[in-house]
């Protein structure tokens, strides 16, 4: 199967800064599509930004202009540099990843276990 280890969650001040790191490993063939959710307590996930392996990326609107993710697709790796951080961007942060495990066109779904974002003075 495919795994998804995560990194880099933390506590910061507002205004801060964090990177979020997120590798796969396993069964991988290719990785089209890869992302970052979160979830705020009391609150469904959301989509935060997600990546092709093309380069075509798109974010929340809540997060455009200070978040930015990236792809190191020879690592299998993604990544979120979350800039300018806010009380409101508390939440558990969750990888994604949509694989293809070999040749054929079937997608499968995984996900990280989750790392902790607290911005808070």
């Known amino acids: 199967q495919v795994q998804l280890v995560e990194s880099g969650g933390g506590l910061v001040q507002p205004g801060g800064s964090l990177r979020l790191s997120c590798a796969a490993s396993g069964r991988i063939f290719s990785i089209p599509t890869m992302g970052w959710y979160r979830q705020a307590p009391g609150k469904q996930r959301e989509l935060v930004a997600t990546?092709?392996?093309?380069?075509?990326?798109s974010y929340a609107d809540s997060v455009k202009g200070r978040f930015t993710i990236s792809r190191d697709n020879a690592k299998n790796t993604v990544y979120l540099q979350m800039n300018s951080l806010k009380p409101e961007d508390t939440a558990v942060y969750y990888c994604?990843?949509?694989?293809?495990?070999?040749?054929?066109?079937?997608?499968?779904?995984?996900w990280g276990q989750g790392t902790q974002v607290t911005v808070s003075s």
């Open positions: 994604n990843a949509e694989v293809r495990r070999d040749w054929r066109p079937e997608r499968y779904d995984y």
């Open positions: 990546l092709t392996g093309g380069g075509s990326s």
